[in-house]
């Protein structure tokens, strides 16, 4: 598996408006935009930082994944992102380590991404994402 860098830290929020101005009026981070994968029964924003963002969650649905988040320990960094080279072939070695898998194979996530998640059980309590992205 080869990971090239973290692509982003999700930050779960109640509301976006609200959150997004620590980030833009304090920190001087461009607002990249918002979008809503229903799916996932959430809303992203993006913040560039160099390489990398940060990535603003606010939940669509109160029983979406951010919700239950929210509601059990309050607004934070809910996930870590690193971008792998080859998503199936992460998810597979680490399938092979034992590591258990929120989801076994990819699914879409926002801005396109193919994405993944490992189970906190499997990586001392923090919830990691696969990312994958065509630039």
Known sequence: MKILKIDHLGIAVKSIDEGKNFWTDVLGLEFEGSETVAEQKVTTAFFPVGESEV???????????????????????????????????ALSELKEK??????????????????????????????????????
């Open 55 to 89: 990535e603003l969650l606010e939940s669509i649905a109160p029983d979406g994944p951010i919700a239950k988040y929210l509601e059990k320990k309050g607004e934070g960094i809910q996930h870590v992102a690193f971008r792998v080279e080859n998503i199936e072939a």
């Open 98 to 135: 034992g590591i258990r898998l929120i989801d076994e194979k990819p699914r879409i996530g926002a801005g396109g991404a193919r994405i993944a998640f490992l189970h906190p059980k499997s990586t001392n309590g923090v919830l990691v994402e696969l990312c994958e992205r065509k630039d």
